[in-house]
């Protein structure tokens, strides 16, 4: 594997270093461009790896030779698009928005208003945008992406199908889990087509859509899924590289439907050991694997170990990705599901308003992972006997569930 990797990275760097470089302009011009092209195409490779850490000084050398020597505005534009996929991908939101939206800002004086490259930044953003819980702000920028790309191009287009996947994972987010099939249907029916069942996208979809079907509980469908994502990422990635770490947490969770303890246990374990050696103990996705891993505990009555992973997943998500964001809520939520077992009501309590004002804030009153809040609510004031407030929150509860038409357990986002 490695090999071809080297291989992909001389061949990438030969044919940049080969290419004519900027049409017009000084001879400068020109060789500044080339070699920030032949930077960032370094990087490109590290990055569709997932080695960040490697690609990071490459992208920000490129991007400063952009800015320093008199590159074209069109190469800078995508310095600093680069840099902002970088950004967001070690958890860097606010520093990965700002490049964003300078990219985006020179890009469309550039450019013609529709043009797919203008769309294909906007996709970025709205990943950005998602990854901060502002999807109210997510969604009519990917909606305006897919209708720029639409300007040109077929619906069938495989060229299309990432802006559908992309619409899919935001509306899995935001609870609307029929639509969102649709669109994960859709789009794999193309990248399908395009790429064949063993291309490594098509695996990627199928994991995500393997996921959509482990929150409505459909797991002999999910199973059946993501074997197959775990097949094709296997052979092509490794057995244990950490690319296939979203893949391993939907198993866990499958494992854990099915009341296989240990081996949820050991692939989480397994995710958390690639997590953190390839992007570090502080890192957002570490902090999302760890809160898994402290479900698990919770759900398996493993109280003792849950407290200091289920702490350090809010420690890690708090940090990482403020208090206002719904991963966050819902690691307050699985610790206070832990101090209601261990009758620390009065910390419960306090953790289930902070998770309920969060996640109020961001989606309003019916988003399903509010009912999952509710239910731990529900179980503090059983324990505490207010049965009144125990039917007012069951009430609220059957309210989301018919308003989504289907009772679900908690919403955790992909984890990615």
Not at 165 to 170: I, Q, S, Y
Not at 231 to 241: H, L, R
Not at 247 to 258: D, F, G, L
Request: some cysteine; proline content about 3%; overall charge neutral.
């Amino acid at each position: 594997m490695w090999n071809i990797k080297r291989l992909v990275l001389i061949v990438v760097c030969v044919s940049t270093l080969l290419d004519g470089g900027t049409v017009g302009g000084s001879a400068d011009t020109a060789e500044s461009g080339r070699a920030s092209r032949t930077l960032r195409s370094m990087a490109r490779v590290y990055m569709a790896y997932g080695d960040y850490a490697k690609a990071r000084p490459l992208v920000e050398q490129a991007l400063s030779l952009a800015r320093t020597k008199k590159t074209s505005d069109a190469e800078l534009c995508s310095c600093l698009i680069d840099t902002a996929w970088l950004y967001m991908n070690q958890g860097m939101l606010t520093d990965a928005e700002n490049m964003c939206r300078q990219g985006l800002e020179l890009q469309q004086k550039v450019y013609y208003k529709e043009h797919p490259y203008i769309a294909y930044t906007l996709r970025t953003l709205s990943s950005i945008y998602q990854a901060q819980s502002r999807y109210r702000e997510a969604k009519p920028v990917l909606d305006r992406a897919l209708a720029i790309m639409l300007k040109s191009h077929q619906a069938n287009d495989p060229l299309v199908a990432p802006f559908q996947v992309d619409t899919a994972k935001l509306l899995v987010a935001q609870g609307d889990f029929a639509e969102a099939e649709t669109y994960y249907l859709g789009a794999l029916e193309i990248i399908n087509n395009s790429y064949g069942p063993e291309h490594p996208y098509t695996a990627g979809v199928l994991g995500d859509l393997a996921r959509l079907y482990t929150l409505q509980q459909r797991y002999l469908e999910a199973e059946s899924l993501i074997n197959r994502t775990l097949a094709v990422q296997g052979k092509i990635y490794g057995a244990d590289n950490h690319l296939l770490v979203p893949a391993w947490v939907t198993m866990a969770k499958i494992c854990q439907a099915k009341k296989d303890y240990d081996q949820a246990e050991r692939l989480l374990r397994k995710a958390l050991a690639a997590v953190e050696n390839k992007r570090g103990a502080s890192h957002p996705l570490t902090g999302k694997v760890l809160n898994a891993l402290g479900e698990l505990y919770v759900v398996s009555a493993r109280y003792a170990e849950a407290e200091s992973v289920c702490q350090k997943a809010v420690e890690v998500l708090e940090t990482s990705l403020g208090t206002d964001n719904d991963y966050t809520a819902m690691a307050f939520n699985n610790l206070a599901r832990l101090y209601i077992q261990q009758g620390k009501y009065p910390q419960a309590r306090a953790l289930c308003q902070k998770a309920l004002n969060t996640l109020q804030n961001i989606f309003g009153r019916n988003h399903p992972n509010i009912a999952d809040v509710l239910d731990t609510m529900a179980q503090l004031y059983q324990k505490t006997a207010n049965l009144r407030e125990v039917a007012k929150l069951g009430q609220h509860i059957e309210e989301i569930n018919a308003s989504k038409q289907v009772a679900y357990g908690p919403i955790l986002r992909p984890i990615e």
